[in-house]
C-alpha cells in the first residue's frame, strides 16, 4: 500500500520577521524522521505572505497530490506553544501583504467555516486551542484550504524561535500531533 500524502506548508518572510517559524520548523518536519514512522509521503512547501500565491498554491496542492492532510503553519507572536486553530473567516482580510494587497471583496462575505477534524484530543491534553487566526495571511489560507476539504484540514499557528523553542522541538511537537490527527483519518 503506498504512503498517504501529508502536507505542511510554513510562510515566507513578512514585516519584522527576518526568520519565518512557520517556515523553519515545516523545512526540519523530515528530519524527525515523521514519513517513515507514520507511513506517509510528507511534502513541505514555503508558501510567499500573499494573498495571491495563497490562492494560486493551495488549489494546485490539492489537486496535485490530494493529501489526506494539509497542515498549514503560521507564525504568530502570541503563541507560546503549538495553537491548533478550529475556525477561519472568509471575510475582513484588510491587511497589505507582501505585494501591498488586500483581496478583493472579503471585507463584505461574511462566511466562517469550522475544521472537520476533531480536536478533542487536544482538549483534554491542554494543547493551545483557538478560534483566532488573525485575520491576516494564516487566516486566508486556512479558509482557502477549509473551502477545499474541511474533513482533512488544520491550521497551526508556531511560537517564535528561541533557546527553548527550537525548530527541532516544535517540529517534534508538530510530528506529536500529525500523528493524532491522522489516527482519526484512518
Known amino acids: 500500500m503506498s504512503p498517504k500524502t501529508v502536507i505542511v506548508t510554513g510562510f515566507g518572510l513578512f514585516r519584522q520577521y527576518t526568520v519565518n517559524a512557520s517556515w523553519e520548523i515545516a523545512k526540519v518536519l523530515p528530519e524527525t524522521g515523521i514519513d517513515k514512522e507514520l507511513n506517509i509521503n510528507l511534502v513541505t512547501v514555503e508558501i510567499p505572505v500573499s494573498y495571491n500565491d495563497v490562492d494560486v498554491i493551495v488549489p494546485k496542492l490539492w489537486a ?4 489526506i492532510l494539509m497542515v498549514h503553519l503560521g507564525v504568530s507572536h502570541y503563541a507560546k506553544a503549538l495553537t491548533i486553530e478550529t475556525v477561519a473567516n472568509g471575510h475582513n482580510y484588510c491587511n497589505e501583504d507582501i505585494n501591498g494587497i488586500c483581496p478583493e471583496n472579503t471585507c463584505v462575505v461574511d462566511t466562517k467555516i469550522e475544521t472537520g477534524l476533531s480536536i478533542d ?7 493551545c486551542i483557538s478560534q483566532n487566526a488573525g485575520r491576516y495571511l494564516c487566516e486566508y489560507i486556512y479558509f ?4 477545499i476539504n474541511k474533513d482533512r484540514t488544520i491550521f497551526i499557528h508556531v511560537p517564535e524561535l528561541d533557546e527553548d523553542q527550537t ?3 516544535l517540529a517534534e511537537n508538530l510530528k506529536f500531533v500529525i500523528n493524532k490527527l491522522l489516527e482519526q483519518l484512518k
Do not use: H, M
Open 64 to 67: 496535485d497530490y490530494n493529501p
Open 121 to 127: 484530543f487536544f482538549k483534554e491534553n491542554d494543547l
Open 167 to 169: 525548530a527541532q522541538k
Open 144 to 147: 482557502k484550504s477549509l473551502s
